[in-house]
């Protein structure tokens, strides 16, 4: 990146540092269980409701206890239950639909981060109805008020339920963009381990990396604040006591708990904090060619977390003593050894360090939307244009180039 680029993007980010203590960023209330949602609103005098899921997540019967439960206390429990992994347009204005068609008062996001950033998404609708998503991308464009929101994930990975974020996908043109607002946190939060249950070992293991790379990118960055370092550490610090055993063991409560404390205290520190470029190519990776985002992310995170070099070494060097890799004294050596740490826990998880989707025309295009969404907003360590970004994406190629 030429050096005018990069002044650019560094007072950009600066200034949004700057505003940090007096944007209204909150946390939503905590509810440990959904059986707590009834009486919620019944206090807000709320008799129906549109709560958005997906077709697995139904297929499970995860939703059923809770709609039964509405409909026992006399709250309508309106479905919306074909959202897709990477949420689209689409499913924002069915879902959207079906709100105003059955007077809705209340959303519910139920599921993974594709369920509550798709009721994000249509709660800013609603609340600018003359507004299309396109037009919502990047940051501070929503700016009213949306329906009360309660998100319940299901995953313990994408930290939605905290976040001002929402990553949509262009329905049209497969551009995935991020909306983010202060209107879109959640008001409430229900993190039930019960939930948790039946995600298979292999979601478990990529939903619990996205949430080290949340806690990763938003620690290593040059935008935290003594608040979003605390919680990143203690993210990073359970993920690493905690993932393990709830991927081998499911029924390990305890480790299913804290793993979604763990992604509730990412969420909140990437909020303030935001992301870097794992995110950006992992985005464009998931618009392009459906890629699960948390699966992306992991297999992306060591090989930017290496390209970063010496502009990340001593924050990486911290988080390998919160994580228990390495206390050594060099610096270098714990930044090594907390990189090797996680490509051993990829190993394990048998997640691998390529993607067979990538095609060599797709490159630019690819590496252009990345540098779209992460420059000037993500304040990474070490700043990279689109392409510079090539490169890492061509590492990712299965064939070829690939590790």
């Given at each position: 990146?030429?050096?005018?680029?990069?002044f650019?993007?560094?007072?950009?980010?600066?200034?949004?540092?700057?505003?940090?203590?007096?944007l209204?960023?909150r946390?939503?209330?905590i509810?440990?269980?959904?059986?707590?949602?009834?009486?919620?609103?019944?206090?807000?005098k709320?008799s129906?409701?549109?709560?958005?899921?997906?077709?697995?997540?139904?297929?499970?019967?995860l939703?059923?206890?809770?709609?039964?439960?509405?409909?026992?206390?006399?709250?309508?429990?309106?479905?919306?239950?074909?959202t897709?992994?990477?949420?689209?347009?689409?499913n924002?204005?069915?879902?959207?639909?079906?709100?105003i068609?059955?007077?809705?008062?209340?959303?519910?996001?139920?599921g993974?981060?594709?369920?509550?950033?798709?009721?994000?998404?249509?709660?800013?609708?609603?609340?600018?109805?003359?507004?299309n998503l396109a037009k919502?991308?990047?940051?501070?464009?929503?700016?009213?008020?949306?329906?009360?929101?309660?998100?319940?994930?299901?995953?313990?990975?994408t930290?939605?339920?905290?976040?001002?974020?929402?990553v949509?996908?262009?329905?049209?043109?497969?551009?995935?963009y991020?909306?983010?607002d202060?209107?879109?946190?959640?008001?409430?939060?229900?993190l039930?381990?019960?939930?948790?249950?039946t995600?298979?070992?292999?979601?478990?293991?990529?939903?619990?990396m996205?949430a080290?790379?949340?806690?990763?990118e938003?620690?290593?960055?040059?935008?935290?604040?003594?608040?979003?370092?605390?919680?990143?550490k203690?993210?990073?610090?359970?993920?690493?006591?905690?993932?393990?055993?709830?991927?081998?063991?499911?029924?390990?409560?305890?480790a299913?708990?804290?793993m979604?404390?763990?992604?509730?205290?990412?969420?909140?520190?990437?909020?303030?904090?935001y992301?870097g470029?794992?995110?950006?190519?992992?985005?464009?990776?998931?618009?392009?060619?459906?890629?699960?985002?948390?699966?992306?992310?992991?297999?992306i995170?060591?090989?930017?977390?290496?390209a970063?070099?010496?502009?990340?070494?001593?924050?990486?060097?911290?988080?390998?003593?919160?994580?228990g890799?390495?206390?050594?004294?060099?610096p270098?050596?714990?930044?090594?050894?907390?990189?090797q740490?996680?490509?051993?826990?990829?190993?394990?998880?048998?997640?691998?360090?390529?993607?067979?989707?990538?095609?060599?025309?797709?490159?630019?295009m690819?590496?252009?939307?990345?540098a779209?969404?992460a420059?000037?907003?993500y304040?990474?360590p070490?700043?990279?244009?689109?392409?510079?970004?090539e490169?890492?994406?061509?590492?990712?190629?299965?064939?070829?180039?690939?590790?």
């Amino acid at each position: 990146m030429n050096p005018i680029q990069k002044f650019y993007c560094r007072i950009y980010q600066n200034v949004l540092h700057l505003a940090l203590p007096f944007l209204p960023y909150r946390k939503p209330e905590i509810l440990s269980s959904i059986f707590a949602l009834p009486d919620l609103f019944h206090e807000k005098k709320i008799s129906t409701v549109l709560l958005i899921t997906d077709k697995s997540i139904r297929s499970f019967g995860l939703s059923f206890p809770l709609e039964q439960e509405l409909k026992n206390q006399d709250i309508e429990c309106i479905v919306y239950d074909d959202t897709v992994p990477n949420p689209t347009s689409d499913n924002v204005e069915e879902a959207r639909k079906l709100y105003i068609d059955h007077h809705c008062e209340a959303l519910i996001g139920f599921g993974g981060g594709s369920s509550i950033d798709c009721a994000k998404a249509v709660g800013a609708r609603i609340a600018r109805p003359k507004k299309n998503l396109a037009k919502m991308e990047g940051i501070l464009k929503v700016l009213k008020r949306i329906p009360l929101l309660v998100a319940i994930p299901t995953t313990a990975g994408t930290g939605s339920e905290t976040t001002l974020a929402a990553v949509i996908v262009d329905s049209k043109t497969r551009h995935k963009y991020p909306i983010n607002d202060f209107p879109l946190i959640p008001r409430y939060a229900v993190l039930d381990p019960y939930l948790t249950k039946t995600l298979p070992p292999s979601l478990t293991a990529t939903t619990g990396m996205d949430a080290l790379t949340h806690a990763i990118e938003a620690y290593i960055g040059n935008s935290t604040t003594k608040e979003t370092r605390a919680d990143a550490k203690r993210a990073i610090e359970l993920i690493f006591m905690n993932l393990a055993k709830a991927v081998h063991d499911g029924n390990d409560l305890d480790a299913r708990k804290n793993m979604l404390e763990a992604a509730f205290l990412a969420g909140n520190a990437f909020s303030q904090s935001y992301v870097g470029y794992v995110h950006a190519i992992a985005h464009s990776l998931g618009g392009q060619y459906n890629v699960p985002h948390g699966y992306a992310n992991a297999v992306i995170l060591p090989m930017i977390l290496e390209a970063y070099g010496e502009h990340a070494t001593k924050k990486l060097a911290e988080l390998a003593i919160v994580s228990g890799t390495s206390r050594g004294p060099d610096p270098v050596v714990r930044a090594k050894a907390f990189i090797q740490a996680i490509k051993e826990m990829k190993s394990v998880f048998s997640i691998p360090d390529t993607f067979k989707e990538i095609r060599e025309e797709d490159i630019p295009m690819l590496a252009k939307q990345a540098a779209h969404e992460a420059n000037p907003l993500y304040p990474v360590p070490k700043e990279m244009n689109a392409k510079e970004l090539e490169q890492y994406y061509r590492k990712l190629m299965e064939d070829g180039h690939g590790n």
